[in-house]
Structure formats: C-alpha cells, structure tokens
C-alpha cells in the first residue's frame, strides 16, 4: 500500500498501530491514513473492517484519532469485509 501511494506522489510512511498506542507517533502530521487488511497468515490488520476505532482504545490514541477524524483536510482508507 505505501508502494501505491509513492507512486502516486505521496509521502508515504509505514506506521504500526502499537507506534500510535504508544505515542511513538501522532497522526497530527499526517493528511491521510490507509488501513489493509485480509492478507495471507492471518487478518493481521483486519482490524481496519471495523474502521481505525478498535485499534484505537487508550485514550491518547483515540484523543489523536478524533482529532485527525474531526478535521476537514484528511481522508482515510479502510478495507471493508463481509462480517465473519
């Protein structure tokens, strides 16, 4: 997915969802988020069905997501699935 957005003029960073738990990371910077999931060994990152919310439960992260959400300059991805 970062491979997809290089191309197309992005600047593109690979982020972990424990970065952003653990502060490592804000979203503060960015303009756009992409969540995959459904890959081979497992939904690793099937989380992003359900929207960036779960992966987002400690209060920092959901402080720094709502903020990113609530603004008018952002755009996210998120692959969506048939409920299991």
Known sequence: ???AFDR???DAHDV??????????SLAGFKGFA???GF???DVLGRA???PRPS???SAPANSSARFFARSDTFALVR???AR
């Open 49 to 51: 069905r359900a929207g």
């Open 8 to 10: 197309a003029g992005f």
């Open 1 to 3: 997915m970062a491979a």
């Open 40 to 42: 081979s060994y497992g």
């Open 56 to 58: 987002f439960s400690t």
């Open 80 to 82: 969506a699935t048939a």
């Open 35 to 37: 969540a995959g999931g």
């Open 16 to 25: 972990h969802m424990s970065d952003i738990a653990a502060g490592r990371v």
